[in-house]
């Protein structure tokens, strides 16, 4: 049976990690004009609950979403799913384990 694997983009809201093409910040021009072609579309799904838009991510269907979460920790959140569904042992930051190190108790 296939799994799917989802990323986590903000408020409960999950995205197909396999359907993501880009994560990019919303802040230059020609990204702009994007979600405003996507918003005339039809193309786009806010998933930012009125908040601060701080990433937006190209599917590959066309679809553009919007997320109040940064590009960086959705990039960090796809990277843990890639390594956890090798079988690859990660935390939840994907960067630091002190398993088997002394510890103050």
Do not use: H, W
Request: with cysteine; hydrophobic share 35%.
């Amino acid at each position: 049976m296939k799994s799917i694997q989802l990323v986590n983009i903000g408020f409960g809201n999950t995205v197909s990690a396999k359907r993501i093409i880009a994560v990019i910040s919303p802040e230059s021009s020609p990204i702009k004009r994007m979600v405003t072609e996507a918003r005339e579309g039809g193309r786009l799904i806010d998933a930012t609950y009125g908040r601060k838009t701080r990433a937006v991510i190209v599917c590959d269907n066309g679809s553009i979403v919007l997320s109040s979460v940064q590009p960086d920790t959705i990039a960090n959140r796809i990277t843990n799913k890639d390594s956890a569904a090798a079988g690859e042992d990660s935390n939840d930051y994907g960067e630091y384990s002190n398993e088997g190190e002394d510890t103050l108790n």
